[in-house]
């Protein structure tokens, strides 16, 4: 890992390899390692840059609420500062996938594809908001457990959680060693993060959207209708995987993501 400056703190980033530059971005409340299978399979032809996100992982903690669009501009200057200029694919799950819309507005220039696993364009309903907001404060006063009781059971798939406790085990980790002020900064952003529907008829660039058959955080079929209303997008619906699909079935969600590439390096 090497750390870079940005202007809301330090970020520790994976950078290896050489090639088209992917950058992959993590979900909440997680690390880079959730993409450690797509490092090790990608960054033998491609430059591989996997940063963890404000707050998360080796990365310092910023304000009181981390909003998408400051983090898709911590990811421009990141990019800059490991000598990153020229277009990328952007590959981000569920939180990730709401940074890869504010880079989209804001960075255009500089994105070549994207990849959207997990995620979806509409903003939180007033209650799924006020529960976020609520989740904060539990997690402020009783710690990062918390976070672990509410969000394991809904990340993975059922088969995940019976068949892969080393998935498990990792999934826990990446979750237990963030600080409650870091999970409390980022629910809070993403609690009042905005509609990005209206986005999706614009999106101009090959996307490829992926979904775990099992995901109840981003439902496969909310997903694909995404999808649908981005214009030639492709669609791949991940077996044996919840919302971690990259984490879940490496093999499906690496070969989709391989194809994808080959069409547009
Ligand atoms: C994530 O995986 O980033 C979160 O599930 C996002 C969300 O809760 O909307």
């Not at 911590?74 to 000598?83: E, Q």
């Amino acid at each position: 890992m090497q750390h870079v400056a940005v202007s809301n703190g330090m970020i520790g980033v994976l950078a290896q390899g050489k090639g088209t530059p992917i950058l992959f971005v993590h979900g909440f409340p997680l690390t880079h390692a959730m993409w450690n299978k797509q490092v090790d399979a990608f960054s033998r032809r491609y430059r591989v840059i996997a940063p963890d996100l404000p707050g998360f992982g080796e990365s310092h903690v910023t304000g009181s609420t981390m909003s998408m669009e400051a983090i898709a501009d911590d990811m421009h200057a990141l990019l800059h500062a490991v000598f990153v200029d020229q277009p990328i694919v952007f590959c981000g799950l569920s939180m990730g996938g709401y940074v890869a819309w504010q880079f989209f507005r804001k960075y255009r220039a500089q994105l070549k594809a994207l990849v959207l696993c997990d995620t979806k364009a509409a903003a939180d309903t007033p209650e799924a908001a006020a529960g976020r907001l609520k989740l904060a404060e539990d997690i402020l006063a009783r710690g990062s457990q918390v976070a672990l009781e509410a969000m394991l059971p809904r990340l993975l798939s059922a088969n995940t959680a019976q068949e892969h406790p080393e998935i498990v085990a990792d999934v826990r980790s990446m979750i237990l060693r963030t600080s409650p002020a870091s999970m409390a900064s980022a629910l809070r952003g993403l609690a009042d993060r905005p509609d990005c529907t209206e986005l999706l008829g614009q999106i101009d660039v090959p996307t490829l959207v992926l979904c775990g058959q099992d995901d109840q955080i981003t439902p496969a079929a909310e997903m694909k209708h995404m999808a649908q209303a981005i214009r030639g997008a492709q669609f791949v619906e991940v077996p044996s995987a919840g919302h971690l699909s990259p984490l879940e079935n490496p093999d499906v969600v690496n070969s989709a993501i391989q194809g994808f590439l080959k069409t547009v390096s």
